[in-house]
């Protein structure tokens, strides 16, 4: 803020520039003063303002830049001795021709800055509108770039939603094969505890399978041996029967040379003889059903053995 010094007050020079502002809007919005070119093909800011704007600017600026005061003040008073009057005249003579300068470049100043004002507002105006323009574009730009940005924003609302439900979804389906698996688990774990009974069913039939094995062989080799002794003593009886037979049929001979030597012996004798070879036939005879009874008890012996073998072999296959 540049601020000239007076006699009596200062001068404020953004006062004046205010001031000078207020009068050429209100000027201007009388009449408007357009930033392009007038038809004259010189620019506002370049050309001379009218002489009646000069004339009431001047006055503005002479009404402010004045530097005496109608209302004395201090000691110096109307009613004050022809000394202090004189005094005054005298310093206001003597200080006038600076006063005088002092306005006259107050005036040019204010002039030239009029000019300069009158030559930078189109600018300015220009400036601004391009301004205000770039900012209506800018906030264009802006509103579209937000708008674009909801809509984004709003795309992406809707991927989350769907993705939310997406996962969702999957989550229901892990669930529900997981439930599931768990069922299956349970299953499988009922399967494994009937399994380990079954397992050791097994293992029970498979011992008694065993010992019944062995009760088998030992069976079979107790009929085995029975068979064998069975099978032995038949041979010895068949062998003593075979002998018996010989030895019968050496008798029956020696009773037929016998029979033959007695027809021409006595009668008696022949008769004792006979008596005598009767009853060597019925002893022999007797001794062959013994050997056949024997023989008939070993057989069913045999067989008995043979059917209770038969049916322990089956029980033991009905058990398995």
């Known amino acids: 803020m540049e601020i000239i010094d007076g006699a009596d007050c200062e001068i404020d020079v953004e006062t004046i520039m205010t001031t000078v502002r207020d009068r050429l809007d209100t000027q201007r919005a ?20 009218p002489r009646s704007a000069l ?10 830049n004045r530097l005496h005061d109608p209302t004395p003040q201090g000691d110096i008073a109307p009613q004050g001795s022809a000394l202090k009057r004189r005094v005054k005249r005298w310093v206001k003579r003597t200080l006038a021709p600076y006063h005088q300068k002092i306005f006259t470049r107050q005036a ?32 264009g730009r802006v509103e579209a770039q ?3 940005y909801q ?29 599931d698996l768990a069922k299956r688990n349970a299953e499988l774990d009922c399967q494994l505890v009937d399994l380990l009974f079954l397992k050791d069913r097994i293992a029970e039939a498979w011992g008694r399978v065993e ?5 088998h062989d030992q069976a079979l080799s107790s009929v085995y041996t029975q068979v064998e002794d069975l099978i032995t003593f038949c041979s010895e009886q068949g062998r003593r029967l075979a002998g018996q037979v010989e030895t019968f049929q050496q008798q029956l001979s020696s009773l037929d040379a016998r029979g033959e030597e007695a027809r021409h012996a006595d009668g008696t004798q022949h008769r004792q003889q006979v008596e005598q070879l009767q009853s060597a036939h019925v002893e022999l005879y007797r001794h062959v059903d013994e050997i056949k009874q024997a023989t008939l008890l070993q057989a069913r012996r045999l ?6 073998l038969r049916r322990k072999t089956g029980l033991d296959a009905q058990s398995v």
């Open 108 to 139: 040019s100043f204010n002039a030239h800055l009029v000019q300069l004002l009158n030559r930078l507002l189109p600018t300015l105006e220009a400036q601004d509108a391009r301004y205000q323009q770039a900012l209506s574009n800018l906030s």
């Open 55 to 64: 004339t009431e600017s001047f006055q503005s600026l002479e009404g402010l």
């Open 151 to 179: 809509q984004a924003l709003s795309n992406l609302s809707g991927r989350v939603e769907a993705h939310d439900a997406n996962h969702n979804y999957a989550a229901g389906l892990v669930k529900l094969q997981l439930d």
């Open 303 to 308: 067989d008995l053995i043979l059917t209770e």
């Open 211 to 215: 010992s019944l094995r062995v009760e």
């Open 30 to 49: 009388q009449r408007p003063i357009q930033p392009s070119q007038q038809p004259g093909g010189q620019p506002v800011a370049d050309r001379p303002l």
């Open 146 to 148: 937000d708008a674009r």
